[in-house]
């Protein structure tokens, strides 16, 4: 039975695989700020991404790769 | 611009290199774990960019751009699922796994980690043999890259075999010297440093364009603003950031850099920093190499397009300054892998295989030979570079990510068995050296053996099959009496 924080971690990641690729841009091909959409998203995408892995490896490290202590 | 000039920007650098080295050897006892490990104790700062240096060779300054110059900035997209979420995923789970148990039993390399568990020679020794032979001819590309850059550099003035020996001879001199501390040292001087240089170039060349009318959006060819199109497919993208993100994970210098950590407070740092880095890196590089298509420039015949694009905006003294920060790159990568490469030979072929009593000493004397060795043969191979050297160094990643998901089921499973493990790691290999090397098979128009399976990469097919194998073949298999889970489940804490 995993545990509520296994879980719930689970999820986070799987969405952070699933949408550091945009599919939902797919052909869109508007520009921001001289770049292409996608590129401001990937952008974004990875500071979401250094921030949850902040979390957590500050809050729930042992989650899945731990060891009992 | 002289090409003297070039050479002593170059050697400048170099010299600086290997007087890290120097002192990086100073401080380094004579013991296999601190030659290979130093000693395990590793800080953030240098784990992460001696990590990131290794995992970038030459392809962020020339294949990277070069491929957003031919097809499109969208490999930026790969790399972030690639390096920045599955790398650090699997840095995590594999990684922090790994380096609890190194800690908790002592393991340099990966063979020895299944080996002990499993209780097997067979397989450690198949482990270590897989990965050497993806590694040797991957270093030789490394080579040649060097050799080709510093020939293209000095307009031929250094020509290519004197070009590539000198970086051999460089290399050899400060990893035999100084082992993994003088490598992690001069990795994160040569991190630092390229990542300065691509900035530098990025913002150059950025205002450049921006003082043109229509700005830097201008830059930005019209077919390459969507995303997708072209070689990109969902497939694809997808295909190559899976099938290189759990390659890295298992070629013998990354690996063993799971080892390295001092604390775990290191490896929670570098966990949350890996996609920082890699936006830092990737981002400007490919867009360079896309506003390159974008103004017009032409790709020189067998060259490099970032050159080319170096040459039209900024000075000679700063491209030079580029190149030198590429051949960085590839040191510290092929620096790193003849590292590891001759702790793979020395600890899991020649110990338990031909000498099993050797001593510590002579063990240690052997791993800098076994540098010297490995370096020299990939150095003559890249002055002749065989067609099929070539094609399997082009395909180390694929090779190296079959490895992957048998050690992850280890490393998790306890009723995974050695069987399991040989089939899954033998079968998953020879899948893919058939799809590389072998005929192109279809049996009622189904693809068996080909290089896509309805746009998805045989590198992530072979995975699959390894998965299986290993989960299957474990599950109608016991475990020997020489197989011993404890070691991976209860003493690691």
Redesign the interface.
């Known amino acids: 039975m995993p545990s509520r924080s296994a879980l719930g971690w689970g999820i986070v990641f799987v969405v952070l695989v699933a949408l550091a690729i945009p599919w939902f841009l797919w052909n869109d091909a508007s520009m921001v700020a001289g770049l292409p959409v996608w590129v401001w998203w990937h952008v974004g995408w990875m500071v979401v991404t250094a921030a949850a892995f902040a979390a957590f490896a500050r809050r729930d490290w042992g989650t899945f790769a731990g060891v009992a202590k | 611009m002289s090409a003297l000039l070039e050479i002593s920007i170059v050697a400048a650098y170099m010299l600086v290199a290997l007087g890290v080295g120097a002192v990086a050897y100073r401080v380094t006892d004579r013991t296999a774990e601190d030659y290979y490990l130093a000693g395990r104790g590793l800080g953030t700062g240098v784990l992460l960019f001696t990590t990131f240096a290794t995992l970038l060779s030459a392809f962020t300054f020339f294949g990277g751009p070069n491929t957003a110059f031919s097809a499109g900035?969208e490999w930026?997209?790969?790399m972030?699922?690639m390096d920045?979420?599955?790398f650090?995923?699997l840095w995590?789970?594999l990684g922090?796994?790994q380096w609890?148990l190194g800690r908790a039993h002592g393991y340099v390399t990966l063979g020895e980690m299944l080996g002990d568990r499993f209780g097997s020679k067979t397989l450690r020794g198949l482990v270590a043999g897989v990965s050497i032979f993806w590694l040797f001819p991957y270093v030789m590309l490394q080579q040649v890259g060097a050799g080709t850059a510093l020939e293209a550099l000095t307009n031929g003035t250094v020509p290519y075999w004197a070009g590539a020996g000198f970086i051999t001879l460089f290399m050899i001199a400060y990893v035999v010297l100084s082992g993994m501390r003088g490598v992690a040292w001069t990795d994160t001087l040569q991190g630092v440093f390229m990542l300065s240089m691509v900035w530098l170039a990025f913002a150059w060349i950025a205002s450049a364009l921006?003082a043109e009318p229509g700005?830097?959006?201008a830059a930005?060819p019209?077919e390459?603003?969507?995303?997708?199109?072209g070689v990109y497919s969902?497939q694809w993208?997808?295909s190559q950031?899976i099938g290189i993100a759990f390659g890295v994970t298992m070629f013998p210098q990354v690996n063993q850099r799971f080892f390295v950590g001092k604390s775990?407070k290191v490896l929670?740092?570098t966990?949350?920093?890996?996609?920082?880095l890699?936006?830092l890196l990737f981002?400007p590089a490919f867009?360079l190499g896309s506003w390159a298509q974008g103004v017009g420039l032409a790709m020189p015949d067998g060259g490099n397009i970032l050159p080319v694009l170096l040459a039209e905006y900024t000075p000679g003294w700063f491209a030079a300054l580029v190149v030198a920060g590429a051949l960085a790159a590839m040191m510290s990568s092929s620096d790193s892998m003849l590292l590891s490469g001759a702790s793979y030979f020395t600890r899991d072929l020649y110990r338990p295989f031909v000498n099993a009593d050797a001593s510590e000493g002579y063990e240690n004397k052997l791993g800098r030979i076994g540098v010297v060795v490995f370096a020299s043969a990939t150095f003559v191979a890249s002055l002749f570079t065989p067609g099929t050297l070539v094609s399997i160094g082009e395909t180390a990643f694929g090779g190296f990510a079959q490895l992957a998901l048998p050690v992850g089921v280890a490393l998790y499973w306890r009723n995974t068995t050695r069987s399991g493990m040989l089939a899954g790691v033998g079968g998953s290999q020879l899948f893919y050296l058939v799809t590389v090397f072998g005929p192109t098979v279809y049996v009622g128009g189904v693809p068996v053996f080909a290089d896509a399976y309805w746009g998805w990469l045989p590198s992530v097919v072979g995975m699959a099959i390894g998965l299986v194998l290993t989960v299957g073949v474990s599950a109608v298999t016991a475990q020997a009496t020489s197989e011993d889970t404890s070691v991976y489940?209860e003493a690691?804490?």
């Open positions: 900035p930026i997209l790969v972030g699922l920045g979420v599955l650090g995923l995590y789970l922090y796994r609890l921006a700005g830097i959006g930005m019209t390459f603003r969507a995303l997708g199109g969902l993208m997808l950031a775990e929670k740092r966990f949350a920093l890996w996609p920082v890699v936006v981002v867009l489940f690691a804490d």
